[in-house]
C-alpha cells in the first residue's frame, strides 16, 4: 500500500506565502504524476496543479503566476509554493498521486488533505 504525508497548510494573512509538501512512500514502481486539488467550504474540489513524471506542470487559471509546484524525485515528495495568498486560497488542500505499483498496474491515491485559511 501507499502512503502520502501532507504538511505545511496553516493560517496565513492575504499576500502572504505558504510551503505544502507531500511524500509518498510504499510499495511504488514509479510515479506518473503528482498534484494538489483543493475543496471550499460549498464547493466541489478543483485541480489546483500537477506535475508528471517528464516535468510537465499543469495550474488551475486561478493560481498561475502565484503557486509554482515542484518535486523531489529521491524522496517522492511534490511541493506547492504558494504565493500571494488571498483569501479565496483558502480550502482544504489534498495530494494526489497516480503511480505504478508494478510495470502493468496503475493505482491513484489521495493524501488526508491539509486545511489552508488565508484571512486577515
Known amino acids: 500500500q501507499v502512503q502520502l504525508v501532507e504538511s505545511g497548510g496553516g493560517l496565513v494573512q492575504p499576500g502572504g506565502s505558504l510551503r505544502l509538501s507531500c511524500a509518498a512512500s510504499g510499495s511504488i514502481l514509479s510515479i506518473n504524476a503528482m498534484g494538489w486539488y483543493r475543496q471550499a467550504p460549498g464547493k466541489q474540489r478543483e485541480l489546483v496543479a500537477t506535475i508528471t513524471s517528464g516535468g510537465s506542470t499543469n495550474y488551475a487559471d486561478s493560481v498561475k503566476g502565484r503557486f509554482t509546484i515542484s518535486r523531489d524525485n529521491a524522496k517522492n515528495t511534490v511541493y506547492l509554493q504558494m504565493n500571494s495568498l488571498k483569501p479565496e486560497d483558502t480550502a482544504v488542500y489534498y495530494c494526489?498521486?497516480?503511480?505504478?505499483?508494478?510495470?502493468?498496474?496503475?493505482?491513484?491515491?489521495w493524501g488526508q488533505g491539509t486545511q489552508v485559511t488565508v484571512s486577515s
Open positions: 494526489n498521486a497516480d503511480l505504478m505499483v508494478t510495470l502493468i498496474v496503475r493505482r491513484n491515491y
